[in-house]
């Protein structure tokens, strides 16, 4: 049956996600809804689409009161993480399922049970994806035997910019010219520091041991490209190094290209892919 699904924020993984279901890279799958607080952004997106017609909204109260909202299977949150504490509860006790792209507000532990318990009452599921990274499921399948779990993310300082850990420490990115460590603590910390980047980091907390004992390192290089992370786990199972060296977005530095491609995968297997192809 086809799935009827809802966005909010129209973004770089906004417009990805609703350009996948136009031209139907996602199967049975209908766009019915957009949502961004820009009412530019979700009319532009529209006029963009060749063959579904959502409803748009700049204005939370009146989406859960609309029809088109109702109808929504599936609302996938791509805006900000103030958006998800804002209305990914009230989502979820709305009987939808929800996809969670801005993961960096699960760092909040009071939300993360809040949304939990809302959902073992309610019909609908949370998905978080695996993100600009790779590997999460084989932390999950090693989660009760992982002894460490570390993050190192590289990016081009530019990639960084606006993160408050330059106003705390008084510096610009700008003003880095050489690789430099700007950040060695654990998953919570750095949420604080680099909440725009730190998506990642919460996706491999809640796979594995938890934002508080997950250690993340953020590397400023003047000279990426790419934006990188690395992956090392180790216990009892063994260990599990993984490397991803991701494409940035044209229209959005700080989001990697693998990022919208992973919530793209999510929602074709929300929207019922028969063959499930890993774990
Ligand atoms: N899980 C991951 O691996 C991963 C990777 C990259 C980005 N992200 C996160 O996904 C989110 C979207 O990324 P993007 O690159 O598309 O961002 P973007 O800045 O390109 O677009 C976000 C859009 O959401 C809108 N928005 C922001 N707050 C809103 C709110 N409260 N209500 C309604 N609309 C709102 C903005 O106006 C904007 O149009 C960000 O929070 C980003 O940090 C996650």
Known sequence: MQKKIGIIGCGTIGHELSFAIDNSSVENAALVFLFDTITTASLSLKDSLINNN?????????????KQFRMADIVVEAASQEAVRAYAK????????????????????????AL???????????YVPTGAIAGIDAICSVRHLLDFVMLTTTKNPK?????????LRKTKPESIKKKTLLYDGNAIDAATMFPSNINVAMVLSLAGRGARNTRVRVIADPRATRNEHKITAIGKFGEISIMVRNVPSPSNPRTSF??????????????????RIGT
């Open 54 to 66: 959502p409803a748009t909204f700049s204005n939370f109260s009146d989406l859960i009161s609309s």
């Open 90 to 113: 009230k989502i979820v006790l709305s009987d939808k399922s929800l996809m969670i792209m801005s993961t960096g507000a699960l760092s909040d532990s009071h939300l993360v049970h």
């Open 116 to 126: 939990y318990n809302a959902a073992t009452k309610h019909d609908g599921h949370i």
């Open 159 to 167: 990639s960084l910019a606006g993160a408050p850990y330059f106003n």
């Open 258 to 275: 693998l990022a919208s491609l992973s919530a793209i995968e999510c929602l074709r297997r929300m929207c019922g892919n028969k063959i």
